[in-house]
């Protein structure tokens, strides 16, 4: 592979002055883009910097809501626990008070019974 020189140079001849003025120019081209690719650098690190810190700012003001909102959820479900416990065990003691009810008064409780019975299909009807 052979490498080509963006300006045809001939060993025979001397620089001129308009090759010393080309290369002059391509020298300083290539000062100012370094020039710009520096300063361009040194800008998007104070971007990336000022993102940082914005995200750690953000990071220190929501952590401790994030963690208020957590404690919040986890005293709720304990309290929706102890109430669903609650209306279980006030469940299973009507249920109970029922059951007692019935075995001490069965012709009552069969009355009582058949009066809804009545009641339910006369309102249904």
């Known amino acids: 592979m052979t490498t080509t020189t963006p300006f ?3 060993s025979s001849s001397p620089a001129t ?3 010393a003025a080309v290369n002059d120019i391509a020298v300083k081209a290539d000062d100012a883009i370094d020039k710009g690719a520096a300063a ?3 800008a998007l690190n104070r971007v990336v ?5 914005a995200i750690d700012r953000l990071a220190d003001t929501a952590g401790p809501a994030v963690q208020r909102v957590q404690s919040g ?10 109430r669903a416990h609650d209306a279980r065990d006030l469940g299973d003691e009507w ?8 075995r001490e008064n069965p012709l009552a409780a069969v009355a009582t019974a058949l009066a809804v019975g009545v009641l339910i299909a006369r309102l249904t009807r």
């Not at 959820?73 to 102890?82: D, G, K």
């Not at 249920?95 to 019935?102: D, I, K, L, P, Q």
């Open 8 to 10: 045809p140079t001939s």
């Open 73 to 82: 959820v986890h005293a709720a479900s304990e309290a929706i626990t102890q």
């Open 49 to 53: 910097q000022g993102a940082h810190h």
């Open 17 to 19: 002055p308009a090759t």
């Open 95 to 102: 249920a109970e008070s029922v059951r007692t009810t019935v």
């Open 40 to 42: 361009g650098h040194e």
